[in-house]
């Protein structure tokens, strides 16, 4: 049986066997042979498995409430960062979306997938932003993924942080463009990159807002100088900075006063604006490409009524209710505080996403694990999320944590984190990885 497996993966000849009536075990060794290159990614899963690490709470209720078997809980894994997931406003809107046009369009955006709901939501971002010309997509990844493809050609150069999110890596190979990472929020690398890469090819700038992984805010000033100065455009990803940085709440741009300086604005739905769903903003010209050659846009259906109506109710809230942001950087404040007084990690996290180095990925799921029987439920980040010594947890604060919850949260991550020795990371393991890990993946 092995050797029949054997002989039809590693021999193309042996293939003109008949495989009519193959009996059942054959399949399943010739399965198992398929997926010899995951052996050790099966193993672990395996083990994860046997830890229960898959169990999570089936309902992530608001930040904090009662959850399974009467454990307060206490949720720091969502990135609903000004609350307004389960605000009345935002799930009536969803609701009459429902009534209104149905459970999704099922078609894509340009063959009939948007409503009168779509097209408000593209000019509401478009003012917000204070922008020429938006496209939604059904998500931030495929948002990512299409505008880079769309615009970016073989030939052509890409400069990405290192720190930049899978969806913009995927955009950028997809491209067939040359990709060169710089390192993290370093302009004077990106400078000597574009000194060297340049040419006179079309290039292209990629940063994100505040980077998901560290926590941390673009040096944006000195990368759009550089940048322009080199003639390469600039696209920001504001994934985690929309509605959170900015007067406004407009993001990072905002936040430098850089709104009319960056050439592309990209932004998802599943963050701030409490829904599902990704959006790219900048010039007429620009966008135009994008909408009429963004396969993942053109190929994929539009994103369903009831969530781009929760993110149109979310985005008029955002922008008149800065009380919001005003709490969520309160409690984003309180808790860096707080972890910090304690030993942890924070990875020079400034923001409410507040990455605790772990340094070890079973260690990560096992104080996942620990956390979460406390009731605090953190997301656990390893590859290919983050390489394997820099794996840790993260806690994303919201304006909707009250402080009772988080000094609760405080408490427990302090009594797993000792026994765990959370707290003793040592520093060498805080640098920065080899920058061609990434891009090699
Ligand atoms: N960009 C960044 C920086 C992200 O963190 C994420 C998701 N975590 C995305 C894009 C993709 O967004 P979405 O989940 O809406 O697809």
Not at 414 to 438: K, T
């Amino acid at each position: 049986m092995g050797a029949i497996v054997e002989r039809r993966l590693h021999e193309p000849e042996s293939q003109t066997d008949d495989p009519q009536g193959q009996p059942e075990q054959d399949l399943e060794h010739l399965r198992t042979a398929f997926l010899k290159p995951y052996e050790e990614l099966l193993g672990q899963v395996a083990l994860a498995r046997a830890a229960d690490i898959y169990a999570l709470y089936p309902v992530l209720r608001p930040p904090s409430s009662n959850g399974k078997e009467g454990v307060p809980q206490i949720v720091l894994a969502a990135n609903d960062y000004l609350g307004l997931s389960y605000d009345p406003r935002v799930r009536e809107a969803a609701r009459e979306a429902i009534a209104e046009f149905g459970s999704s369009r099922c078609s894509s955006p340009l063959a009939g997938g948007s409503t009168r709901l779509h097209v408000e939501l593209e000019d509401g971002l478009k003012s917000f932003l204070q922008q020429e010309a938006v496209a939604l997509f059904a998500s931030g990844y495929q948002a990512n993924v299409g505008v880079v493809s769309a615009l970016m050609q073989p030939g052509d150069l890409i400069l990405t942080d290192l720190f930049n999110h899978a969806s913009i890596i995927d955009g950028a190979r997809l491209s067939g463009a040359d990709i060169r990472v710089f390192q993290h929020n370093r302009h004077t690398h990106l400078e000597s990159l574009l000194k060297r890469e340049r040419q006179s090819r079309r290039v292209l700038v990629i940063v994100e807002g505040i980077y998901s992984a560290d926590g941390d805010i673009v040096k944006l000033p000195e990368i759009v100088e550089v940048a322009h100065r080199y003639g390469a455009l600039v696209m920001i990803d504001e994934a985690h900075s929309f509605g959170v940085l900015g007067r406004g709440g407009r993001g990072a741009a905002e936040h430098f006063d850089m709104l009319h300086d960056v050439d592309l604005i990209m932004g998802t739905m599943s963050k701030s604006l409490a829904s599902i769903g990704g959006f790219i903003v900048g010039n007429q010209a620009l966008l135009d490409v994008v909408r009429h050659n963004a396969r993942s846009l053109i190929f994929s259906a539009a994103a369903p009524p009831a969530s781009v109506a929760a993110a149109g109710r979310a985005l008029q809230i955002i922008d008149s209710e800065p009380e919001r942001r005003e709490r969520l950087w309160d409690n984003a404040h309180f808790m860096l505080d707080g972890l910090k007084t304690r030993g942890f990690r924070v990875m020079g996290s400034e923001t409410p996403v507040i990455p605790m180095l772990v340094g070890d990925q079973v260690r990560t799921m096992e104080v996942t694990v620990r956390l979460r029987e406390k009731g605090v439920l953190v997301c656990p980040a390893i590859p290919p999320m983050v390489q394997a010594h820099r794996s840790r947890i993260r806690a994303h604060v919201t304006a909707a944590h009250d402080r009772n919850s988080l000094t609760r949260a405080l408490d427990i991550l302090e009594e797993v984190g000792s026994a765990l020795g959370l707290c003793s990371v040592p520093d060498s393991e805080q640098s920065d990885p080899p920058l061609r890990s990434i891009v090699q993946g």
